[in-house]
T-cell receptor, first 113, second 115 residues
Framework: DQQVKQNSPSLSVQEGRISILNCDYTNSMFDYFLWYKKYPAEGPTFLISISSIKDKNEDGRFTVFLNKSAKHLSLHIVPSQPGDSAVYFCAARLGTSYGKLTFGQGTILTVHP | ETGVTQTPRHLVMGMTNKKSLKCEQHLGHNAMYWYKQSAKKPLELMFVYNFKEQTENNSVPSRFSPECPNSSHLFLHLHTLQPEDSALYLC??????????????FGPGTRLTVL
């Protein structure tokens, strides 16, 4: 049973527009959520995170929104740039899990010039 | 060297071979992790080490044997693997897992093919 799901395998966006990547989870005990970006032949790179006590966290062009009642989080990238083209993973942590992250399957974002 | 490094980057081995994957972190972290990423599947946590002690074994078969001699180095010893073990193996490190904000930093991975 997959506790973290990214239902869109891919997303295509025009440069300068907004990219919205979505993630759903089933375990209401998750207390910390992260987004990672992965380029081919590289490991995932940490992008932004949010604690369950917040509903929004912003860092430059990247904003993560958390809707606990819907068990849903999203990553907004504004404006999107061709260099943002990568695979994006969301991950969630249980407060008691001592470092264990549960990852979604990833969404391939392509930003067209 | 900076960040998290992994060697080798690519490995092809037969089912009867014994090989080892190496990970080194240069971030001063105390926790290290092994993940497996199979095609079209999410990253799966395999092992967690905190201050050299194993704190998580996610029901991994015994043909995978981790070793953590110190907080900077992590090995994954492989023996009698199966073709379905072919995957990308990623190492990560972080501050103590119990910290509230615990971003994990990943290495580039080892692409393993078992023939």
């Amino acid at each position: 049973d997959q506790q973290v799901k990214q239902n869109s395998p891919s997303l295509s966006v025009q440069e300068g527009r907004i990219s919205i990547l979505n993630c759903d989870y089933t375990n209401s005990m998750f207390d910390y959520f992260l987004w990672y970006k992965k380029y081919p032949a590289e490991g995932p790179t940490f992008l932004i995170s949010i604690s369950s006590i917040k509903d929004k966290n912003e860092d430059g062009r990247f904003t993560v929104f958390l809707n606990k009642s819907a068990k849903h989080l999203s990553l907004h990238i504004v404006p999107s740039q061709p260099g943002d083209s990568a695979v994006y993973f969301c991950a969630a942590r249980l407060g008691t899990s001592y470092g264990k992250l549960t990852f979604g399957q990833g969404t391939i974002l392509t930003v067209h010039p | 060297e900076t960040g998290v490094t992994q060697t080798p980057r690519h490995l092809v081995m037969g089912m009867t071979n014994k090989k080892s994957l190496k990970c080194e972190q240069h971030l001063g972290h105390n926790a290290m992790y092994w993940y497996k990423q199979s095609a079209k599947k999410p990253l799966e946590l395999m092992f967690v080490y905190n201050f050299k002690e194993q704190t998580e074994n996610n029901s991994v078969p015994s043909r995978f044997s981790p070793e953590c001699p110190n907080s900077s180095h992590l090995f994954l010893h492989l023996h009698t693997l199966q073709p379905e073990d072919s995957a990308l193996y990623l190492c990560a490190s972080s501050q103590e897992p119990g910290q509230v904000y615990n971003e994990q930093f990943f290495g580039p991975g080892t692409r393993l093919t078992v023939l």
